[in-house]
């Protein structure tokens, strides 16, 4: 009988010493110091496919340190706010103990991270990116000094190349960091993030990056939500890749680009054809998308420059509301060739130029034929200098 209880007190025990090892391997313990914040609160929030809830806050003691501690079922993405402008992203694992310090008047800038691989990769690649956009800060200070300078139109160009050359370094570093780390969700969180305001890649200006990313995520992380989002974004890529390679014949750099018949605000029917003669771009847009708005709003002041040396644009709005469709542009300023094509997404032209995201645009030559089939904005004045 006492034989028979030792038995079962030793597995009971086994059990629960197998319990507490499977709980302590989910519990995440965020704690640091931020230097000059005492008895300041600290907000943690969860990055979800669409939503940040808060997941947890913590005060800070008279010295700055902190303590956070959570239950993380599988790995995923967090912000650690102190307000609106000083915030850092953190990548996590179930049974991390993360150490965090830094400079609280510039948290993003200055932190450090111990004890997360993938956090501390992020936060070496921020640290790239602070330098960087301190670049640009300096930039901008030279822009607002100087606008009333008379030679201002020379310091602006100089000033527009200076910041394209800090983008393109940018740029080439996501590109090199997520090679180097192509299994890892700090480059998701990397190939993610915009440059200020600007986007610095999408997949169609590196398809294969992108792709080789998608597939390396998937096999090291298929339960993770936001790996699952970009998942679906890049399945929904590869059938606009496969539409693309349909209509390559069409679409290719140097092929006469397809015509394109449709009326404008007043009725009237306006051939692209008609406008031979000029460096056209084919844009692609709606009044309901946000990211056309702004590319509106982008886009007026380069047509504004350019327009009087042979630039133009053919913009087609695929809005069923037409009423709206006028307003936006007369409300974006987008005083370039206006046409409709109500029959949106499922029109020829759609299929022709095989239009899947907005906005999408196409630069075509002085002759009609296509220079670039997937013109990227930040990329839109240079092609538009070296083809006037």
């Not at 049974?95 to 965090?100: C, V």
């Not at 936006?328 to 987008?334: G, P, T």
């Amino acid at each position: 009988m006492k034989f028979g209880t030792h038995i079962f007190t030793l597995a009971l025990f086994v059990i629960l010493l197998n319990s507490c090892k499977f709980l302590s391997d989910k519990n995440v313990t965020i704690r640091g110091n931020f230097t000059n914040i005492p008895e300041k609160q600290l907000y943690l929030y969860q990055i979800l496919p669409n939503s940040k809830p808060l997941i947890d806050s913590a005060l800070t003691d008279v010295s700055g340190n902190f303590k956070l501690s959570l239950k993380v079922e599988k790995a995923g993405f967090y912000t650690l706010r102190l307000n609106a402008d000083n915030e850092i992203n953190l990548v996590v694992l179930p049974g991390e103990i993360i150490s965090l310090s830094g400079e609280a008047k510039a948290i993003s800038k200055t932190y450090s991270v111990e004890g997360s691989k993938e956090s501390g990769l992020f936060a070496e690649y921020n640290k790239f990116t602070q330098v960087n956009l301190s670049k640009v800060d300096s930039l901008s200070k030279i822009f607002t000094e100087r606008r009333s300078d008379p030679s201002f139109i020379t310091i602006k160009s100089s000033l527009d190349s200076a910041y394209i050359q800090i983008f393109d370094n940018q740029k080439e570093e996501v590109i090199t960091f997520v090679r180097n780390y192509p299994n890892s969700l700090a480059s998701l969180l990397a190939i993610s993030n915009d440059f200020g305001p600007n986007p610095l890649l999408s997949e169609h200006s590196q398809p294969e990056l992108f792709i080789t990313l998608d597939s390396a995520l998937m096999i090291s992380y298929p339960e993770n939500s936001l790996v699952n989002t970009f998942h679906l974004r890049m399945l929904d890529f590869k059938a606009e890749l496969a539409d693309l390679e349909k209509n390559n014949n069409l679409l290719k750099q140097g092929m006469p680009a397809p015509d394109i018949i449709l009326p404008n605000s007043v009725g009237k029917k306006i051939k692209l054809s008609e406008l031979k003669g000029k460096l056209t771009l084919l844009y692609f847009w709606s009044s309901w998308n946000a990211s056309c708005r702004q590319t509106n709003m982008k886009l007026a002041p380069i047509y504004t420059q350019y327009h009087g040396r042979g630039f133009e644009v053919f913009a087609v709005s695929i809005d069923s509301d037409t009423d709206l469709w006028q307003k936006a542009y007369m409300l974006d300023k987008a005083y370039w060739i206006q046409v409709n094509d109500a029959k949106g997404l499922q029109s020829e032209y759609s299929k022709m130029y095989a239009v899947r995201n907005f906005p999408r645009m196409i630069l075509i030559d002085r002759n009609g034929n296509i220079i670039q089939s997937n013109v990227n904005l930040i990329e839109l004045e240079s092609l538009i200098k070296s083809n006037l």
